[in-house]
T-cell receptor, first 113, second 111 residues
Framework: GEDVEQSLFLSVREGDSSVINCTYTDSSSTYLYWYKQEPGAGLQLLTYIFSNMDMKQDQRLTVLLNKKDKHLSLRIADTQTGDSAIYFCAESPPEGNTGKLIFGQGTTLQVKP | AAGVIQSPRHLIKEKRETATLKCYPIPRHDTVYWYQQGPGQDPQFLISFYEKMQSDKGSIPDRFSAQQFSDYHSELNMSSLELGDSALYFC??????????FGPGTRLTVT
């Protein structure tokens, strides 16, 4: 089945690290993504990880993938107020290899000054 | 860098009217996806096209149709609009497999 789940809300203080978690069900998904959405705006691709990797780092962002547990996380180091947004994880099921994305419900990240 | 372009950005229609949303993918991207995002919801996949052919279909109502043209732009046609069709409609493009880039969305309000 296709189901992606995230916790709905996370609040951190500016300068702290944020960790947003996601679980997915399709173990054969080839790519897993993190998108950021600010209020009223579009979806910004932050990073993605190929399923044969277990970690990917890109500046302040670190993605960890535990394929055995079907768990994906996004760590934001030195979180800033500009990081306040909704973060969606998404998987790309392999059926038909069409690349469609299945999104989680989104995690609202609130960064307090 | 060029991004995905969507037009119009905002659209207000009345019930039972029709609407056409347009999407211009990133140059050289041959795959286009359409998603619908209701208020407070996650984006839901509607339909996709690869090289002008429909490649996948999701939860798209029969009242909606879409196509991809020879210049790779795509249009989503929506007829007999209902109040529940009010949402943000996103187009995304990619060179499969991998990175999928989203446009800014069209906010459709049906009154």
């Amino acid at each position: 089945g296709e189901d992606v789940e995230q916790s709905l809300f996370l609040s951190v203080r500016e300068g702290d690290s944020s960790v947003i978690n996601c679980t997915y069900t399709d173990s054969s998904s080839t790519y897993l993504y993190w998108y950021k959405q600010e209020p009223g705006a579009g979806l910004q691709l932050l990073t993605y990880i190929f399923s044969n990797m277990d970690m990917k780092q890109d500046q302040r962002l670190t993605v960890l993938l535990n394929k055995k547990d079907k768990h994906l996380s996004l760590r934001i180091a030195d979180t800033q107020t500009g990081d306040s947004a909704i973060y969606f994880c998404a998987e790309s099921p392999p059926e038909g290899n069409t690349g469609k994305l299945i999104f989680g419900q989104g995690t609202t990240l609130q960064v307090k000054p | 860098a060029a991004g995905v372009i969507q037009s119009p950005r905002h659209l207000i229609k009345e019930k039972r009217e029709t609407a056409t949303l347009k999407c211009y993918p990133i140059p050289r991207h041959d795959t286009v996806y359409w998603y619908q995002q209701g208020p407070g919801q996650d984006p839901q996949f509607l339909i996709s096209f690869y090289e002008k052919m429909q490649s996948d279909k999701g939860s798209i109502p029969d009242r909606f149709s879409a196509q991809q043209f020879s210049d790779y732009h795509s249009e989503l046609n929506m007829s007999s609009l209902e109040l529940g069709d009010s949402a943000l409609y996103f187009c995304a493009s990619s060179l499969p497999p991998g990175e999928q880039y989203f446009g800014p969305g069209t906010r459709l309000t049906v009154t």
